[in-house]
């Protein structure tokens, strides 16, 4: 049975108070005004001030609410993330960017997945905002592109940023990387090795990203002189499963592909096992590429050759995007802002096979 444990007769429970505003502003000698001021990381505060309300925060160790935080306007200092993407790495890089930079500049993250079987996203994300009174909303693919999404954010009249969008750039802030160059310089890398025959594994149906990354695809062949072959082509969904149906089907073909192309590390790592299944060694007889460099590229074997892709510097920049412009830095709108990739080589290609 098991037991609970009371305190003894006559013992009091200590309780230890926790440290307010209100402490801070003594401590330091300044109003709770500036306190908060300190902890929004406003630019309106002298150095001097600075490090002495720091300094008070350290000794108290003090640690700020949302509500203290709110002390002095209605703001909440909030900002949302939303997401409605099967690749869990993807989210991840998402959520690790976004909350580092609300975290550096005295915001919170409110990180949610939609669920579309209790609403649409625009009425998900309304109610979001609305209820939780954000500040802004980060809103990555394939969301950032849907039309209602666009057209109940813009009704709202709050900042939101969009990543990677394929549609509408003039809409909220967007922060991109050129998907397209970047698949066009892994088809071209694979070329490079003598692979004429390359497959190329499409990720989730009616996404901007999947569109660029095919369109990528081929101009990379084309600039090679290589005709393009749909049958070399397979529809994925972002997912291992969707990787290795595809491998499959692609190694069945009477001509198979020395190398396969997928669009992210997910469905390259469903590649890699389907290869595995038929006695394929990789990169000898078959080099498999993705996209992303997601945490696992390097922890596959052989370990992954991909596109690094900076996810979390992207909803790091969407969310200094937002804040900058609740600061009033931004009072004519936000740039839009595109950030560079990465060809990284690794063991999983190689030269053409030998016949």
Not at 56 to 63: G, P, V
Not at 206 to 224: E, P, S
Not at 312 to 321: F, I, N, P, R
């Amino acid at each position: 049975m098991a037991s609970v444990l009371q305190p003894q007769r006559g013992l009091r429970m200590r309780t230890v108070r926790r440290s307010t505003i209100t402490d801070v502003a003594k401590l330091a000698e300044v109003s709770i005004k500036t306190v908060s001021r300190v902890v929004r990381r406003e630019p309106n505060v002298s150095e001097r001030t600075r490090v002495a309300v720091q300094a008070a925060i350290d000794e108290l160790n003090y640690r700020p609410t949302i509500s203290a935080r709110s002390t002095t306007s209605a703001r909440s200092f909030l900002l949302g993330l939303v997401f409605d993407n099967p690749n869990p790495s993807y989210s991840f890089e998402l959520l690790r960017g976004a909350q580092r930079a609300a975290k550096e500049n005295g915001y919170q993250l409110v990180f949610e997945p939609l669920d579309r079987s209790r609403a649409t996203p625009a009425e998900s994300m309304t109610q979001l905002i609305v209820q939780g009174n954000l500040e802004g909303m980060i809103v990555p693919p394939p969301l950032c592109d849907d039309p209602d999404v666009l057209s109940a954010m813009s009704k709202l009249n709050r900042p939101f940023a969009r990543i990677a969008p394929g549609r509408e750039p003039s809409l909220g802030f967007c922060v991109s990387m050129d998907d397209r160059g970047a698949a066009e310089a892994m088809t071209r890398h694979l070329v490079d090795h003598g692979h004429t025959r390359i497959g190329f594994i499409m990720g989730r149906e009616g996404t901007a990203t999947t569109q660029a990354r095919l369109h990528g695809y081929k101009d990379g062949l084309q600039g090679a002189g290589i005709a393009f072959d749909e049958e070399l082509t397979c529809q994925g969904a972002f997912t291992i499963r969707s990787g290795v149906e595809c491998g499959e089907h692609l190694l069945s073909l009477d001509d198979r592909p020395t190398a396969i192309f997928a669009s992210n590390d997910d469905m390259a790592a469903g590649v890699l096992m389907a290869a595995h299944r038929v006695g394929l060694e990789v990169p000898r007889d078959l080099s498999v590429a993705g996209f992303d460099d997601a945490e696992t590229a390097s922890a596959m074997w052989p370990p992954l050759t991909t596109i690094r892709q900076p996810v979390a510097d992207m909803a790091a920049a969407a969310a200094e995007g937002i804040i900058d412009h609740q600061r009033g830095n931004r009072e004519n709108g936000l740039d839009n802002v595109q950030l560079d990739y990465e060809l990284i080589v690794r063991e999983s290609t190689g030269p053409v096979p030998e016949v």
